[in-house]
């Protein structure tokens, strides 16, 4: 069964980090589009980053503006967990957020075109 499974979301001060992840199961993402999302009660869910590896060094990579420079996406050695480093935590950035998945993707930034998606974690950010 493939599956996404986020973690590490929870309660945090405004400046604060946190680490999201992302496991992988039941098939390889390792050539796979990995797209973080977030979303709150009543709004559209949200593109915040997604990247795409050419090797084991090279990647594309694409920020939402309101975390470029604050968060950033990796992936473990065995490429089957993706992370959201999330740094400089505001308020604003309180959401569930959400890990997914794409073989075939032309706009990274749509929810639409992802495949895959993960049940989410709630990140609260407190002033």
């Known amino acids: 069964q493939v599956q996404l499974l986020e973690s590490g979301g929870g309660l945090v001060q405004a400046g604060g980090s946190l680490r999201l992840s992302c496991a992988t199961s039941g098939r390889s993402f390792q050539d796979a589009v990995m797209g973080w999302f977030r979303q709150i009660p009543g709004k559209e869910r949200e593109f915040v980053g997604a990247?795409?590896?050419?090797?084991?060094?090279?990647?594309?990579?694409n920020y939402a503006d309101a975390v470029k420079g604050r968060f950033t996406i990796s992936r473990d050695n065995a490429k089957t967990t993706v992370y959201l480093q999330m740094n400089s935590l505001k308020p604003e950035d309180t959401a569930m957020y959400y890990c997914?998945?794409?073989?075939?993707?032309?706009?990274?930034?749509?929810?639409?075109?992802?495949?895959?998606w993960g049940q989410g974690t709630q990140v609260t950010v407190s002033s």
């Open positions: 990247i795409k590896w050419i090797d084991s060094i090279d990647y594309y990579a």
């Open positions: 997914a998945a794409a073989f075939s993707i032309t706009y990274v930034t749509l929810s639409s075109q992802y495949e895959y």
